[in-house]
């Protein structure tokens, strides 16, 4: 396609080449002012959630291309339920242990473009995924959820968690030049071309703390977005505040050995203006 000739102030500017927009029906209608080309992966690592799922799943928009359940062996009727909400759903069993090991086996099974990881238990919601994606389709590589900017919030956090926290990102923003508002925190999507990047190698609750350090040592353009935070609606929470503190911590300085990984480029089919966003 030869460069396009723009008029300014009655001169002609050769500019940059155009790119051809993908056709119209390559894109999903999300409001009735936004359409998005790319498809969307949502991941959700589940434990005996079979109360939880049907709201979690009643929060996933329909505009949704795949919704990956990781299944970490449960006891009760998980996978039973899953199947009945969204009969299409993908059940990915675990053969490890641990949120870090659910979410590698979840994104290894993804074939979307965007990737989205929520949690079981009904403390993410999923109505707030239009907003990671409308970032990450308005130019970031990696979106991450605030609990602490302006229109987040959290109905479950205790002072032991909001105070090691906020230490922990300060922490990381000091190590990596970041400006990070909530470092230990499970609402995360990207663009899945990033995945070897990110390259999940643990296993516990520190993987939020893991990505967002080497999605900020690779260079990638991170956007935080806010998010509210609800309370588990049933059952117990794995999370041990003093014990995953302290892995976040060995995970924050270990990374600090690691040389960090290159990016892939940006697909040079995909409109570079807009990411495929109408």
Known sequence: MSPEIIKTNGHKVQGAALRSMPPIERFTPLTPHLAISPTVSVVVPAMNEAENLPHVFATIPQWIDEIVLVDGNSVDDTVAVARRLRPNVKIVTQTGKGKGDALAAGFAACTSDIIVMIDADGSTDGHEIISFVGALVTGADFVKGSRYISGGGSDDL????????????????????????????????????????????????????????????AGLRVHEVPSHERCRIHGESNLHAVRDGIRVLKTILRERRRRPAQPLPEPAARPAADRGVA
């Open 158 to 217: 205790t002072f032991s968690r909001y105070f090691g926290n906020k230490v922990l990102t300060s922490l990381v923003n000091v190590f990596y030049r970041t400006k990070y508002t909530d470092l230990c925190y499970g609402y995360n999507a990207f663009w899945a071309r990033h995945l070897p990047v990110l390259n999940l190698d643990c296993d516990g609750f520190e993987v939020e703390t893991l990505m967002n350090v080497r999605a900020a040592k």
